[in-house]
Structure formats: structure tokens, C-alpha cells
């Protein structure tokens, strides 16, 4: 008996040290990861901490001097409870900032210096700084910062600059027509100058658009912010408490925890905003189909490796989609086209046909309902395409299984223009020469039932254009690649593949045999579900150069670069609920385990933020 | 601030991947006995085409905005406009290869100080932001028998700010003075000058590594025999 009370006082003791600061995570939350892990706060710096992507937010705080050679062990958080991180944004404004425990408010302050005392909020110390906000209740804390859009500040400034009877203050970038003057017309035209905007010396009492703007952003930014904290610490509302998926998620033991509700993350759901705007009515259709498109996923530490166990849950019309879509049987032609050199590669094994069936179900009586002129006339088009397009023939040509290999940098062949020189006079004239340049080399292919189609349209291109060249076994783009090195095409056993890769093109058009990935990395991809991925970071993100890619992209493959190991992800179970995603990140034994969490945490911020 | 640092934000904007790209420049000047001459200023990207585009596809690198490529034409075009209304030059002429990114300048001037003067005027023209330039800096001297070459900052600056990781690349580049007269070349000063069989021109090629570890590689002076009367 004692035993029991001696277990029931300890596990109390746990869930009530372990499980207090994201209680005080805002609602408004989209993204949350959740870092649970004492070794890892005790062993990391604050500057280092401070110098990951997830912390950007908040880290004009921290990045003053005040942390150097700091510790959070110094810095008097309490490693007994978990450290929140979290990132939301919604039309009026954004959140972000971190929940944690205290252990020592001295030793926090030493680091969140720049903070004073403002007021009490429900027994609540309320600090602020120039940014942000740090709320502490008991032993708990919320660095907390508050930001309005600035499309919903112009919208009020505009609403009170008008009702106040001023003109367009942007006038003098229109001419009279009301279209937007061109930059050099602009600058040559001497009557546009900003005069008529009144400066605030002229006039204390009347404040220009941009004084306007500012008051409003301030005041709108304070409201926000009081809202925010008054819903927190007064009405005791948060995300805990508004979704059931995260309180639950919350409570797990693993290493790293991770939360995004798709269904409101505003940035992914951009291309929705003009059918709020326009079709209110289409926009919350639409959005009902994402309703419970929840992420979540658990990190957890293993012996020199890091399992991520990813859910993706939906609603009930999406996972009717996404049942339909994964319900789909595994090419295994793909498997020898993937050679065992290959250090990234992956295969996505949908069900096209059926995921359109089901869409066309799903989505189509939404669209009908519309009241709208053109909504009807897209409506109809999509009605009588799928009525007159040979689908069979449309969907056997792609089924929607695909597979991509990145098999490293090659040397591939280029022209160039070369100057020679006469050794006697000096002169030089051009010429042209075969010149190496590096570059990464892809192949990404997909199943067709019907090789024909693909075949006919090259056949007809090759007519256009002398770029295009069947080359025997495979056709040829000359200069296809950023107008320099050539892209081949390879017609084959039911597969249609795209490589820049010429050694394939000449010599492994019917697969590469022994030199095919091995049959226990053929095994693992046949026993993945609809998604199967392996990346060697050292030898794939490591590699890549940065210069080919875009801005975004290379956020993240600089988030992961410098690390070594093996990344691996599988997917599981497809419902229509949910679909399990599973990523094993392995790594050489010896390496810093909570840091490669961290790096992990810091990619996965990068991409979902 | 030298003007040639000028000439390379003619030819580019695209300066900030010039030297990350295997490049050849060809700097080559004729100066007649009258101080007059031709300059012909070569920049060939076309071995890193692939990287040349792949670049100007992307919005930014390494922080810095991209250019789009009408950005780099109009801004060509308009050197070349203020170049042609420089006191003193004349026939400019620019050639722009976008497939293989070569780019082509050449000028006709009646003295060297009126062709740095040019060419720094027409710069601080288009620049978007205030140049400074350095009355001082000469890249070339001429008094009418000697002829001072020396290295352009452009390429010491920019070198200085590449990482060792360029450094295979710089390997491949080169740079080319080439400098012609009318008259009989004496002597010159840089051993690894090479002389016309005419003896009136001399040719100095170097790795852009090379130059990158010694920025003086390319100085020279060179001396004319005397004007026959």
C-alpha cells in the first residue's frame, strides 16, 4: 500500500513538474514543438540555442551580451518541465514565443535583462521589454511577442484616414487615369512630390498616414497582445484547452514534440484568401474540407539515432481523398532504376485515378451549390471535361507513381567559348570548345500503362525544334538544362524516365541490374506504403549546391548541411483519419544525440514555420 | 574605389558571382604615339554558364538580391549612353552574349586619363548608390613613353572575399593584359610579360588564383624606344 502511494505521489509529481508551462501556449498557436529533454537544456548554450531558426523570433532579446558563456542551466530554467516553442498566425496578427518553467528568477533575469516590471495579470507578473513580453505565474513562464499584420493595420488606417475626409495619400503615384505611374514617369514628373502629405511640425495635432499608421499599429499591437494574455491568464483559455489533439500530444514522454494544425495555417492556406474574399461562402466550404488536418509527431531519442513518428490527421472528406489516393499498388519496375550508388532517393506510390474519382465526389457538389457566374462556368468546363477526356487513357499515362534518385555531382559536358591568342601578334579571336561543369545529377521517372502517349509528343516536338533528338534508346533535349547541358529521356518497360544523367542514358535504359540498389533496400521500399524516402545527408545535402536551388529550399538544405548519417522515411497506415508517417535519422554512435534533435527540430521549423 | 571596380558593375551586377564563376577576363589597350588608342575589355563566363543561369534564376544568393536580366542590360546600356557622351571617348561598343555570357566593350579615347575619367564618370552615373571615387588611384599612367600598368582593385577586393572553397575555380580563370604601341617596345619590368614578335605589344597572362594570392602579378611598366623625328 505504501508502495501504491509512494508510486501515485511520484508520478504526480512528474505530470504536475513536467506538464505546467504549455498550458499557457495561446490558442492562436499553429506550430508548436515541444523540446523535453533535461541532458540536452543542460548541455546546450544559450548562444547556441539562440543561433537556431526557431528561436529568430525572440532572439533580440537573448542576442545582447547578456548570454555569453551561458548556459540554460545559468540561465534559471527549470529542465523538469518542458520547453514550449511555438509560432501562429491568423489574418489580424502573428504569436510567437516559448513557454518553460523556472527554477531560479534571479538567474532568468540575468538573462532576460532587458525586461522590467509592468503589472499583475490574475497573480501574474507581467514584464516587458521593447519587443516582447514575459509573463510569470508561479514557477511558469511565457516569453510572448504579439505582432499585427500589416494588411489588417492599413485596412483600419485607411478605414479612419478616409473618415477623416483625406485624400489617397499614395495619389501622387497615380496619374489621372487612376493607373499606377510608371517608376521613371514617377521620377520625371516634378508635380509629384510628397507636400501635400502634412508634416507632423507643421502641425503637432495632425498626424500624416504614416503617424496615422504607426498610432494604430502600437494600439492594435497592445489590444492583440491584452487579449491574448487576458485569455490565457483570466479565462484560462489556450491551446491546451481548445484542442484535445494537442492536449494530448502534449503529455507524451518523447524527446521532441511537434504540433501544426494545417487547417489554420494561414501561409499554407494562402491561395484560399481570394476565395475568402470573393466567395465567403466557397472559402468556408473549402476550409471544411481541411478541418482536423492536424500534424502531429514525436521525437525520441534512440541509441545513435532519432525515430520521428509523424500522424497526419484529416477530416473526414480529406481522408476520403487521401484513403482513395494511397490506395495503390508498388511499381517494383521502379527498383532498378534507382542504382545502388544513389545516396538520396525516393518513391511516392499514389492512386491518381481514384484520388481524382474521389475529389470529383467530394469536391464537385461544393462547387455546384456556388452561386457564382464563374464558378458555374469552371464549374461546367470541369463537368464536360470529365465527361469527354478519355480519363483511362489520361490517368494510365501518369497513374501518379513516381520515383527520383539524386546520384550525385557529375561532370557533365558543356560548351563554352574559348579565346586563342597568336603567340606572335597577340591578336585573339574565339572558338568553340567542350567545357566541364559540375552538376547534381537527377532522375526522377513514373509508371505509364501507356508509353505511346509520351512517345507521340516527342515525336511532334522533335518536328518543332532540332533541340530534340531521338537518340535510339532514349531522346535527347539539347541545352535543356539551364540552357546548357542536356536532359534525356528514356522510354521504357512501362516507365518514362528524366535524367540529366548521360551515362545512364547510354548505358542503363534497361535498369541497372547488379548495380540496382540492393534487395534489402528494394525490401525496405516495397514494405513502405504509399511513400518510401533515404537520404545520406553527408553525401546528398552536403552536396548540393546551394547555388541551384531557390531561396526557401535553401533555407532548409542549409539547416541540415554539416550533418552526417542517414535519413530514412516510411510511411505507414492510411486511413480515412489519419496517415502514419515514420523518419529514422541515423547517425555515426559517439555524435551529439541532442543536438542532432535540435538540428532536426530546427529543419522541421524551417519547412512548417 | 577604382574604376575598374566600375567596369565590373557595368558588366554585371553580375560581380557578385564573378569570381565564383570560371572566368576569363581579356583587358586589352592600344595606345597610339599621340596618347590616343583603342581599350577592349573581354569578360567570358561562358564555362560556367550552367552556374550563370542557374544563379540568375534565383531571387537572391547569399543575402543579396539577384538581378534580373533586364536589370544588367539596361543598366549596360545606359554606361554605354552616358560612356558615349564622355569628352574625349568615342565609338563605344558593347557586345552581350546571354547564351554564353560573353561580354564585349570597346572604346576609342584621345588619352588614357581621359578613359579612367570616362569610364569613373559614366559609372558614378548609373550607380544607384553615391561613388567614391579615388582621384589618386591610377590604374594606368602613360607620359607618353611609359606605359604603368597595375592591378585593378576589383580584382584584389573581390578577391580578398572569397573563401577557399573558390579557390579550384580561380585555378581555371584567367586574367590577360594585353598593351600595344605604335613604336618598338625597350623593356619591361614584370618577367613574366611576353613580347610580340613585332616587339610592340606585350601579353601577361594570369591564373586568377595566382592573382588572388599576389595582387601585384600583373603591374608592369614598360618603356618605348624614343620617337624617331
Not at chain 1, 518553460?100 to 535583462?113: A, E, M, N
Not at chain 1, 484529416?314 to 532504376?337: A, H, N, P, Q, W
Not at chain 2, 580563370?173 to 611576353?194: L, Q, V
Request: hydrophobic letters at 35%; glycine letters at 4%; charged letters at 25%.
Amino acid at each position: 500500500m505504501r508502495l501504491f502511494f509512494l508510486t501515485t505521489l511520484l508520478l504526480c509529481c512528474k505530470f504536475g513538474l513536467s506538464q505546467q508551462s504549455e498550458k499557457y501556449i495561446p490558442r492562436e498557436a499553429v506550430t508548436v514543438f515541444t523540446i523535453n529533454n533535461e541532458n540536452l537544456f543542460q548541455k546546450i548554450s544559450v548562444d547556441e540555442l539562440i543561433t537556431y531558426d526557431f528561436m529568430e523570433e525572440i532572439n533580440q532579446e537573448l542576442f545582447d551580451g547578456s548570454t555569453n558563456g551561458k548556459t540554460l542551466k545559468d540561465a534559471g530554467i527549470d529542465f523538469q518541465q518542458k520547453l514550449n516553442i511555438f509560432y501562429g498566425k491568423d489574418n489580424q496578427f502573428e504569436v510567437s514565443g516559448f513557454s518553460f518553467g523556472i527554477k531560479d528568477t534571479t538567474d532568468l533575469f540575468s538573462v532576460f535583462d532587458d525586461f522590467e516590471f509592468i503589472s499583475m495579470l490574475n497573480g501574474a507578473k507581467v514584464y516587458g521589454s521593447f519587443f516582447n513580453k514575459l509573463i510569470i505565474k508561479d514557477k511558469d513562464a511565457l516569453l510572448i511577442r504579439v505582432d499585427p499584420i500589416m494588411t489588417y493595420v492599413d485596412k483600419i488606417t485607411d478605414s479612419i484616414w478616409y473618415a477623416q475626409g483625406n485624400e489617397n495619400p499614395f495619389i501622387q503615384y497615380f496619374d489621372d487615369n487612376g493607373n499606377i505611374l510608371d517608376e521613371k514617369v514617377y521620377d520625371e514628373n516634378e508635380e509629384t512630390t510628397n507636400d501635400f502629405i502634412p508634416d507632423a511640425s507643421d502641425d503637432p495635432n495632425v498626424k500624416n498616414y504614416y503617424e496615422l499608421r504607426d498610432s494604430i499599429e502600437s494600439v492594435i499591437q497592445k489590444n492583440l497582445q491584452s487579449m491574448v494574455l487576458d485569455e490565457i491568464y483570466n479565462q484560462n483559455i489556450s491551446l491546451s484547452s481548445t484542442d484535445k489533439h494537442f492536449a494530448e500530444q502534449i503529455t507524451h514522454d518523447s524527446e521532441g514534440i511537434f504540433y501544426m494544425d494545417n487547417s489554420r495555417n494561414i501561409d499554407k492556406a494562402n491561395g484560399l484568401w481570394y476565395f475568402e474574399t470573393i466567395l465567403p461562402t466557397l472559402y468556408n466550404d473549402i476550409r471544411e474540407i481541411y478541418d482536423g488536418n492536424i500534424i502531429l509527431g514525436d521525437m525520441t531519442l534512440l541509441d545513435n539515432s532519432i525515430e520521428f513518428d509523424i500522424t497526419a490527421l484529416y477530416g473526414e472528406k480529406l481522408g476520403s481523398i487521401y484513403k482513395e489516393m494511397t490506395d495503390s499498388k508498388f511499381d517494383k519496375r521502379v527498383l532498378s532504376y534507382i542504382p545502388e550508388e544513389s545516396t538520396g532517393y525516393f518513391t511516392y506510390n499514389i492512386n491518381l485515378r481514384s484520388a481524382y474519382e474521389k475529389a470529383f465526389e467530394v469536391i464537385m457538389p461544393i462547387l455546384e451549390d456556388e452561386k457564382n457566374a464563374q464558378i458555374s462556368m469552371n464549374v461546367l468546363t470541369i463537368q464536360l471535361l470529365n465527361e469527354f477526356v478519355n480519363k483511362d487513357a489520361l490517368f494510365d499515362t501518369y497513374k501518379g507513381s513516381l520515383f527520383g534518385s539524386f546520384n550525385g555531382i557529375k561532370k557533365v559536358k558543356t560548351k563554352k567559348i574559348e579565346f586563342f591568342y597568336d603567340e606572335e601578334t597577340f591578336d585573339y579571336a574565339e572558338r568553340i570548345t567542350e567545357a566541364i561543369e559540375e552538376m547534381p545529377i537527377f532522375t526522377i521517372g513514373f509508371s505509364t500503362k501507356r508509353p505511346d502517349i509520351p512517345e507521340k509528343i516527342l515525336k511532334h516536338i522533335s518536328r518543332l525544334t532540332s533541340q530534340l533528338k531521338n537518340e535510339g534508346g532514349f531522346w535527347c533535349f539539347q541545352n535543356a538544362i539551364l540552357d546548357a547541358a542536356p536532359l534525356y529521356m528514356v522510354n521504357t518497360n512501362g516507365l518514362f524516365i528524366f535524367s540529366n544523367d548521360a551515362e545512364f542514358a547510354n548505358n542503363y535504359t534497361k535498369g541497372y541490374g547488379s548495380k540496382a540498389i540492393s534487395p534489402k533496400k528494394a525490401k525496405a521500399i516495397k514494405k513502405s506504403g504509399f511513400m518510401y524516402a533515404n537520404f545520406d545527408l553527408k553525401e546528398t545535402i552536403n552536396r548540393l549546391p546551394p547555388d541551384f536551388f531557390p531561396a526557401r529550399q535553401n533555407e532548409f538544405i542549409q539547416s541540415l548541411k554539416g550533418k552526417t548519417g542517414v535519413i530514412e522515411l516510411v510511411s505507414n497506415d492510411t486511413d480515412t483519419k489519419r496517415t502514419k508517417l515514420k523518419v529514422n535519422y541515423s547517425y555515426a554512435s559517439g555524435d551529439n544525440s541532442a543536438k542532432h534533435l535540435l538540428d532536426l527540430i530546427n529543419a522541421l521549423y524551417v519547412v512548417y514555420k | 574605389m577604382n574604376y575598374m571596380r566600375k567596369i565590373s558593375c557595368l558588366f554585371i551586377l553580375l560581380s557578385s558571382i564573378l569570381f565564383t564563376s570560371c572566368i576569363e577576363i581579356i583587358d586589352d589597350i592600344l595606345i597610339h604615339d599621340d596618347g590616343s588608342g583603342v581599350f577592349k575589355y573581354t569578360v567570358n563566363l561562358s564555362s560556367s554558364k550552367v552556374k550563370i543561369n542557374s544563379i540568375l534564376a534565383l531571387d537572391s544568393l547569399k543575402g543579396k538580391r539577384v538581378p534580373e536580366l533586364s536589370e544588367i542590360k539596361e543598366k549596360i546600356y545606359l554606361f554605354k549612353k552616358s560612356l558615349s557622351n564622355q569628352k574625349g571617348i568615342s565609338n563605344v561598343l558593347i557586345e552581350e552574349n546571354y547564351t554564353d555570357f560573353i561580354f564585349k566593350f570597346s572604346c576609342n579615347f584621345s588619352s588614357p586619363g581621359v578613359l579612367q575619367t570616362g569610364i569613373e564618370n559614366s559609372i558614378s552615373e548609373i550607380s544607384e548608390n553615391q561613388v567614391f571615387l579615388d582621384p589618386k588611384y591610377k590604374w594606368i599612367q602613360w607620359d607618353g613613353n611609359v606605359l604603368s600598368r597595375t592591378i585593378p582593385d576589383i580584382t584584389s577586393d573581390k578577391l580578398k572575399t572569397l573563401d577557399s572553397k573558390d579557390d579550384e575555380l580561380l585555378k581555371l580563370g584567367t586574367y590577360t593584359a594585353i598593351s600595344r604601341f605604335d613604336r618598338k617596345i625597350e623593356k619591361f619590368d614584370n618577367p613574366n610579360a611576353k613580347l610580340s614578335k613585332s616587339l610592340t605589344a606585350t601579353m601577361l597572362k594570369v591564373d586568377t588564383y595566382s592573382l588572388k594570392e599576389n595582387e601585384n602579378l600583373i603591374d608592369n611598366r614598360i618603356f618605348l624606344s624614343k620617337i624617331k623625328n
